[in-house]
C-alpha cells in the first residue's frame, strides 16, 4: 500500500511513518518544506505525481494559545490546508484521513461527547480546525475524519516530556484539576489508522479516537510521574497540587470536558483501542533509553 502522510514530523507523523515501514508500505512523508498544503497547486502536484492509494494529514497548527494572535495561519493550516488535500483527492478517488481534536466542543456537557454533539470551540484554535473539518466534508467523498486529544509520545513537545523535564527542575508543581479528557498516544493513533486503512472502507465520516480512561491534567500527571520513577528516573519534585483553571489563565479558554465517546469508532471498524496506561508505559520506557 502506497500513502502520502503530511506533517511527517509531527508526533503522529512521525509514528505513521515508523509504523508504515514496519508494515512494509511505500511511505512518503512530506513536511511544510516539502509540501506547502495552503498551495493548492502543489498539492495537485505532488499527490498526482506519487497517485497514492490514501493521503494521510497529519499536518496541524497546534499551538493552542498563540493561535489567538495568529488566527489566519492558524486557519491557513488547518482549514485551508485540508480543504486543498480534499480537492484533488476527491479528483482521484483517493481516500483522505485527516486528524482533528477535541476542542472543537465547550465542555459544558457533563458526559462524554459523541461525534453527533453539537460542536461550538471556544477559541481560534478550535474553530481553525472546526472550519477543516467542514471544508473536508464539503469537498470529499471518502473521508475519514478522526477527532483525538491530548496528544502525547516520545516525539516533540507534549505535557508528558515537559512534565518530565519540569519534575527533574522544581519542587513543587501546579496542575489543573479541573479539566478532563483523554490522553492519547500518537502511536496508537497511528496504529488505529493504519489498521483501518486496510480495510474495505464503506462507513465513511467523522470518528472520536481516543483512548480509555478519561482523567484531569492532575491526574495524568500524577500518572506519569508514578510511572516514570518506577521505571527509575529521579526527580527533583516532591509535590503536585492540584490548581483549577482559574488559577492558571491562559490565552485561550479551554473546555472543562473534553471527554470523547469512542464507541462508534470500535464498533463500525471492529476494534479495542488500547488504555493511556499502557502506552504511557511504553513511551516513558523508551525515553528513559534516550
Not at 32 to 45: C, M, P
Request: charged fraction near 20%; charge should be neutral.
Amino acid at each position: 500500500m502506497k500513502i502520502i502522510v503530511t506533517g511527517c514530523q509531527g508526533q503522529v507523523g512521525q509514528e505513521l511513518i515508523q509504523q508504515a515501514q514496519a508494515l512494509h508500505w511505500d511511505v512518503i512523508g512530506v513536511n511544510h518544506q516539502s509540501l506547502d498544503i495552503t498551495d493548492l497547486e502543489a498539492v495537485n502536484s505532488t499527490i498526482k505525481q506519487v497517485n497514492p492509494d490514501a493521503v494521510v494529514n497529519a499536518a496541524a497548527y497546534t499551538a493552542v494559545d498563540k493561535a489567538e494572535t495568529e488566527k489566519a495561519l492558524a486557519f491557513a493550516v488547518n482549514r485551508d490546508g485540508p480543504k486543498n488535500l480534499a480537492k484533488v483527492c476527491s479528483q482521484m478517488d483517493i481516500p483522505l484521513l485527516h486528524y482533528s481534536t477535541d476542542y472543537v466542543f465547550d465542555g459544558r456537557k457533563t458526559t462524554a461527547y459523541a461525534e453527533t454533539d453539537t460542536t461550538a470551540p471556544l477559541g481560534v484554535y478550535g474553530e481553525s480546525k472546526l472550519a477543516g473539518e467542514h471544508a473536508i466534508v464539503d469537498s470529499c467523498k471518502k473521508y475519514l475524519i478522526f477527532r483525538t486529544s491530548w496528544v502525547f509520545s516520545v516525539h516533540g513537545s507534549n505535557f508528558v516530556k515537559t512534565m518530565l523535564k519540569l519534575g527533574a527542575e522544581r519542587e513543587e508543581l501546579g496542575i489543573v484539576a479541573d479539566q478532563f479528557g483523554k490522553p492519547t498516544s500518537a502511536s496508537e493513533i497511528a496504529r488505529i489508522s493504519l489498521h483501518i486503512l486496510q480495510q474495505p472502507i464503506k462507513n465513511w465520516g467523522i470518528y472520536h479516537l481516543a483512548q480509555p480512561d478519561p482523567i484531569s491534567w492532575h491526574g495524568f500527571a500524577q500518572a506519569l510521574f508514578k510511572q516514570a520513577s518506577d521505571e527509575g528516573m529521579v526527580f527533583k519534585l516532591k509535590d503536585i497540587r492540584a490548581i483549577t483553571t482559574a488559577d492558571y489563565p491562559t490565552p485561550a479558554k479551554r473546555p472543562v470536558n473534553s471527554v470523547l465517546d469512542c464507541q462508534v469508532l470500535e464498533q463500525t471498524f471492529k476494534l479495542n483501542i488500547r488504555p493511556w496506561r499502557e502506552s504511557l508505559a511504553q513511551v516513558i520506557k523508551e525515553l528513559v533509553k534516550q
